[in-house]
C-alpha cells in the first residue's frame, strides 16, 4: 500500500491523471456501440446520458488533448441518436453544435470532415434544413478536398442539384412565355421609397398567410460591381439560380432569389430601372401564393454570390462585371495573372513603366483607401468609462485619413459625421468606389476589465474563443450565431482576398505596435481571422483594427488622448506603406 502511495506522490500522479481521458473516452465509445445494438435499451434517455457523461468527462479533463476532438465528436454522435428516437428538435440542434465545435476547435483533426458530414447528416434528415446541409457539405469539399468524406459529399451535392434543377425548370417552363417573374409588371418605373412600415404590407392571396415581408431593395453601383440586399423584417429561406440570356424571348443573364414565405411591402417597386453596364433592372414580384420573387436582370456577369446577414434578417446579392468584353479568362489564364508569372515578366521589362503598368493591370496598386470608423448614429458601439467607441472611432479615422492623405493616398470614409451606415452598406461603398484597401477602426470590450492591448483582424474562420467573441460583439449578434457565419464563409472565401487581408493585418500590427511601445506598454493580441460582416463581401484586402479595450480604465483613457491615437494612426500608416513596399516589390519596383 505504501509503494503505491508513494508512485502517485513522486510521479505516478500526471501518468494516472493523463490516462483518464483516455479511459473515460474508450469506455464511452463501448457503451455507445453496446446502445446502438441494442434497440431496447437505446429508447431510454438515461442509458444515453449514462454515455454522454463518459465523453463529457474526457473533455472537460483535458480539453486540449488527443482525445477532445473524438470526445466533442461523439458527444454530438449521441445527441444525433437521441434526436432519431426523440424525434426532438432540440437533439438535433445540439449534434449539430458539437459537430460545429469540432470543426471550430479542431479544424485540423482527421475527423474534422467526419463532423461536418454528419452535421450535414442532421440538418438534412433531422432538421429537414436542405440549404444548410448544402453549405456544410460545400464546407467539406472546400476544406477538405481530400478527406475521405469528400467524395461522399460530392455524391450528397450533386443529388441536391439535381433535384434543385429540377425544381428550376419547373418554374422555368411556367414563367418562360412572360418572363422570370410572372407577377411583376415590367411597365413600373416607380421609384422605390426609402422606409416602409411594418403596417404596410401587402396582403397575401386569400387563404394564405406569410412569415416575413420584404420591406426594401437597396443598391450600390460601381462600373464592374453591383451589391443589392434585400430587407425582410423576419429571417426566412431562400433559393437562387442563375439563367441564361433566352434570344427568343430577348432576355439578358436573369438572377433570380425566392423568398420562402414572405410577402411583400406595397410601397416596394414592382421595378427599378438601374442601368449601371453591369444591372439591368431589379424587379420584385409573387413567385407563388407563399413566396415572393426578386430578379435581377444583369447585361454583364463574371461570376455572382447571395448570402444572408443577421440583426436585421437581409440577403445580399453581390454581382461581378465580365471585365473581358464577354469571354471569360480560363483557368490557365488567371494562373497567368499570378504573383509568381508577375516577377518573370517584370524580370523582363524594359522599364519601370511598363512594370507599374502590370501592377495597376493585376490589381496590385494602392491609391485609394477606404477608412471605417465602426458603428456610428444610433450605433454606440461598446460604452464604458464614460466614453462611446463610436466617438473613438470616428476620432482616429480622421486622424489615420489626413496622415494617409499626406502620404499621398485617396482617402474615402464611409461616414464623417456620427451617423449610422449598416455594416454590408460599409463594404458595398468600398467595392463601389474602387478602394484598394478597406480599413475599419474600431476599440475592443471585454468583460474582464483587465484586458487591454492591440489587434488586428482579417476576414477568416474564427479559430479562438476571443475571436469568436468580438466578431459576435461587432457584427451584432450572439455568440451562437458565429457557427451560421463560418459556414457562409466557405464560399465566400473563395473569392475573397484571405491572403492580402492576413499580409495587410500583419504589416499594420506590426508596425503599430512597434511605434506606441516606443511610449506606452501595450498588451499585443496578434493577427486573427473571425467573421466580421462589415469585412464580408470586399473586393480588396480588408481588416478590421481593435485599437484598444474601452473597458479597461487605463487604456480608456489613452483612447481619448488625441497624442496616443495620433502615435498609433502613425504607425497604422507605416504598416501600408510596409505593405504597398511587399505589392509592387512584386513586380520589380
Known amino acids: 500500500m505504501l509503494l503505491v502511495c508513494l508512485f502517485f506522490l513522486i510521479g505516478g500522479t500526471d501518468s494516472a491523471f493523463s490516462a483518464y481521458p483516455s479511459q473515460e473516452f474508450k469506455q464511452g465509445w463501448r457503451d455507445f456501440h453496446r446502445l446502438l445494438d441494442n434497440p431496447r435499451k437505446a429508447k431510454y434517455r438515461s442509458h444515453w446520458y449514462a454515455v454522454k457523461d463518459h465523453f463529457q468527462r474526457a473533455y472537460t479533463q483535458s480539453p486540449k488533448g488527443s482525445y477532445a476532438p473524438k470526445s466533442l465528436f461523439y458527444l454530438g454522435r449521441v445527441y444525433d441518436e437521441m434526436s432519431k428516437i426523440s424525434m426532438l428538435k432540440s437533439d438535433a440542434l445540439k449534434a449539430v453544435d458539437y459537430y460545429t465545435r469540432v470543426v471550430l476547435r479542431f479544424p485540423d483533426h ?36 481530400k478527406g475521405d468524406m469528400a467524395p461522399k459529399a460530392k455524391k450528397m451535392l450533386e443529388k441536391l442539384d439535381k433535384t434543385n434543377r429540377k425544381t428550376v425548370r419547373a418554374s422555368s417552363s411556367k414563367s418562360a412565355s412572360k418572363s422570370a417573374l410572372s407577377s411583376a409588371p415590367s411597365t413600373s418605373r416607380t421609384p422605390a421609397k426609402k422606409t416602409v412600415s411594418r403596417s ?14 420584404l420591406v426594401r431593395v437597396r443598391h450600390w453601383s460601381s462600373k464592374d460591381y453591383t ?69 435581377l436582370d444583369i447585361d454583364s456577369i463574371d461570376n455572382f454570390r447571395v448570402f444572408s446577414l443577421s440583426n436585421p434578417f437581409r440577403v445580399v446579392i453581390d454581382v461581378y462585371g465580365d471585365k473581358t468584353g464577354g469571354t471569360k479568362p480560363s483557368p490557365a489564364d488567371t494562373r497567368s495573372a499570378s504573383t509568381s508569372n508577375t516577377t518573370i515578366v517584370s524580370q523582363n521589362a524594359q522599364s519601370k513603366s511598363v512594370a507599374r503598368s502590370l501592377v495597376e493591370q493585376l490589381g496590385l496598386k494602392i491609391k485609394t483607401i477606404m477608412v471605417d470608423p465602426g458603428h456610428g448614429g444610433k450605433d454606440p458601439g461598446a460604452v464604458a468609462n464614460k466614453i462611446r467607441e463610436k466617438d473613438i472611432n470616428l476620432k482616429m479615422a480622421k486622424i489615420l485619413g489626413k496622415k494617409l492623405e499626406k502620404k499621398g493616398f485617396k482617402v474615402l470614409y464611409t461616414r464623417t459625421t456620427d451617423v449610422f451606415v449598416p455594416l454590408e452598406e460599409r463594404t458595398a461603398m468600398a467595392n463601389a468606389r ?10 475592443n470590450a471585454c468583460p474582464d476589465k483587465r484586458a487591454h492591448g492591440l489587434e488586428l483582424y482579417y476576414l477568416n474562420l474564427a479559430k479562438s474563443r476571443d475571436a469568436v467573441r468580438v466578431a459576435a460583439r461587432e457584427n451584432a449578434v450572439s455568440v451562437k450565431k458565429i457557427s451560421d457565419l463560418q459556414v457562409i464563409l466557405t464560399d465566400l472565401m473563395l473569392n475573397s482576398k484571405i491572403t492580402e487581408s492576413r499580409d495587410l493585418a500583419k504589416d499594420i500590427h506590426t508596425k503599430s505596435l512597434n511605434k506606441v511601445r516606443t511610449k506606452y506598454k501595450v498588451n499585443d493580441h496578434g493577427v486573427k481571422g473571425a467573421p466580421f460582416y462589415v469585412l464580408m463581401g470586399s473586393k480588396m484586402p480588408a481588416v478590421l483594427a481593435e485599437l484598444g479595450y474601452i473597458t479597461n480604465a487605463a487604456e480608456a483613457k489613452r483612447l481619448r488622448s488625441t497624442a496616443y491615437l495620433d502615435r498609433l494612426a502613425e504607425g497604422m500608416v507605416q504598416g501600408v506603406l510596409a505593405y504597398q513596399r511587399r505589392i509592387e516589390g512584386l513586380a520589380g519596383l
Open 227 to 295: 451589391r443589392v440586399v434585400l430587407d425582410l423584417d423576419e429571417q426566412t429561406g431562400f433559393y437562387n439560380h442563375l439563367l441564361k440570356p433566352d434570344s427568343s424571348l430577348k432576355t439578358p443573364h436573369r438572377l433570380f432569389v425566392d423568398l420562402k414565405n414572405t410577402g411583400v411591402g406595397r410601397e416596394i417597386a414592382t421595378e427599378q430601372h438601374v442601368a449601371d453596364g453591369i444591372l439591368r433592372s431589379i424587379r420584385v414580384g409573387r413567385h407563388s401564393k407563399e413566396d415572393a420573387r426578386v430578379v
Open 110 to 145: 482527421s475527423w474534422a470532415d467526419d463532423a461536418l458530414f454528419r452535421r450535414a447528416q442532421v440538418e438534412m434528415n433531422q432538421l429537414k434544413d436542405k440549404d444548410q446541409a448544402y453549405l456544410s457539405l460545400l464546407s467539406i469539399v472546400h476544406k477538405y478536398p
Open 434 to 443: 474602387d478602394a484598394d484597401l478597406f480599413i475599419s477602426v474600431h476599440c
Open 200 to 213: 404596410s404590407h401587402a396582403s397575401p392571396k386569400p387563404g394564405t398567410q406569410t412569415a416575413a415581408h
